[in-house]
């Protein structure tokens, strides 16, 4: 469902990603850790074509992402084709990213018909809350309407940026309730976390990228217990 291949990205002389390669199958939840700087956002982040690569490329489904080859040469895509292919890519962010002006209904509106809007605010448990604005919940609640806002274009991977990072602790649940029914349903899902408990149960595989790279992958089990690179080691020693 997802190809990554040969990706690198550098913002001035500082290169971010050098040469990052992965697959996601349908249906499969990969979770990606790191230290902080490693490359995880700006990954996420290449996937949709928020960042342009500077070599490799990015396909969904088999389609180039950003870009269309003609012969041996990519061109990039004008903004309203890519704007176009974002609608099969949902993408949530650590912030929420909600209109503040508009209602929780008319926010998930801006991107679905209003019965359709309706039904994924009823799949992420706000169904009562379709008239608020987003200053009056709290912060886990509208990281789950943000997830309805990604559900409602019908996509075929949801991304999710360290959704529960800008959240209290007491909040955290909740949305990672609502991610977990997500993969329970066979959503294709990539999340860059700090979660580790949430990675153990519901991952398919992790991967763990650092200054760029991918050092480690593989299952949950595996990687959290025993893995096999001296830097994933020191990075889980701190974070376990």
């Not at 886990?140 to 940026?161: E, N, S, Y």
């Given at each position: 469902m997802i190809e990554v291949l040969g990706v690198?990205?550098?913002?001035?002389?500082?290169?971010?990603?050098?040469?990052?390669?992965?697959?996601?199958?349908?249906g499969e939840v990969v979770v990606v850790l790191g230290p902080s700087g490693s490359g995880k956002s700006t990954l996420?982040?290449?996937?949709?074509?928020?960042?342009k690569?500077?070599?490799?490329?990015?396909?969904?489904?088999?389609d180039l992402v950003g870009y269309r080859r003609r012969g041996e040469q990519l061109?990039?895509?004008?903004?309203?084709?890519?704007?176009?292919?974002?609608?099969?890519?949902?993408f949530v962010f650590q912030n929420f990213n909600l209109f503040p002006h508009l209602?929780?209904?008319?926010?998930?509106a801006e991107v679905a018909p209003l019965s359709e809007a309706r039904r994924f605010l009823e799949r992420v448990g706000?169904?009562?809350?379709?008239?608020a604005y987003p200053r009056q919940l709290s912060g886990?609640?509208?990281?789950?309407?943000?997830?309805?806002?990604?559900?409602?274009?019908?996509?075929?991977?949801?991304?999710?940026?360290e959704p529960t990072s800008a959240l209290d602790p007491e909040l955290v649940g909740e949305v990672l309730d609502v991610m977990r029914d997500l993969a329970r349903s066979g959503t294709t899902m990539v999340v860059v976390t700090h979660e580790i408990g949430f990675a153990r149960e519901v991952a398919d595989r992790?991967?763990?990228?650092?200054?760029?790279?991918?050092?480690?992958?593989?299952?949950?089990?595996?990687?959290?217990?025993n893995p096999v690179h001296e830097r994933t080691r020191a990075f889980l020693s701190k974070v376990l």
């Open positions: 690198h990205k550098s913002f001035g002389s500082h290169e971010v990603l050098r040469g990052v390669s992965l697959e996601v199958e349908a996420l982040r290449t996937i949709n074509h928020l960042e690569v500077d070599r490799g490329f990015v396909s969904i489904d088999g061109y990039e895509l004008k903004e309203r084709e890519i704007l176009k292919q974002r609608r099969h890519i949902g209602t929780v209904l008319e926010n998930i706000l169904a009562d809350k379709e008239d886990g609640q509208q990281q789950r309407v943000a997830i309805a806002r990604a559900l409602a274009t019908r996509p075929k991977v949801v991304l999710f940026d992790i991967v763990f990228l650092d200054q760029g790279v991918i050092v480690e992958e593989g299952a949950p089990g595996e990687v959290l217990d």
